[in-house]
Nanobody
Framework: EVRLVESGGGLVQAGGSLRLSCAAS????????IGWFRQAPGKEREGVLC?????????YADSVKGRFTISSSDNARNTVYLQMNSLTPEDTAVYYC????????????????WGQGTQVTVSS
């Protein structure tokens, strides 16, 4: 069974940082692209960052360039991290982890697998 479990969300003041984790299981981690999406109240879900484990390519939303980074564990933990710095209230959303064999398909929002989401709230 494929599982993606996010953690690390919470409340932070503007300018602060958070690190989200996505623990993946049930599939061959290195064969998949893993990404983060978010959905703010009243808005459509949008891609934040994606990394392809097979070739290391990454996709970034313009709004997070220079502030957010994505990385993955090098050991058997099969975990992907989203480091978020210089947070603003506009970053407030439910953040979802996603996985798919095709990075482009996932970046288009059509991932085969999704986590349950974790809330990030940035206060002004």
């Amino acid at each position: 069974e494929v599982r993606l479990v996010e953690s690390g969300g919470g409340l932070v003041q503007a300018g602060g940082s958070l690190r989200l984790s996505c623990a993946a299981s049930g599939f061959t981690f290195d064969d998949y692209a893993i990404g983060w999406f978010r959905q703010a109240p009243g808005k459509e879900r949008e891609g934040v960052l994606c990394i392809s484990r097979s070739d290391g390519s990454t996709y970034y939303a313009d709004s997070v360039k220079g502030r957010f980074t994505i990385s993955s564990s090098d050991n058997a933990r099969n975990t992907v991290y989203l480091q978020m710095n210089s947070l603003t209230p506009e970053d407030t959303a439910v953040y979802y982890c996603a996985a798919d064999k095709a990075a482009g398909k996932m970046w288009a929002g059509r991932s085969d697998y999704w986590g349950q989401g974790t809330q990030v709230t940035v206060s002004s």
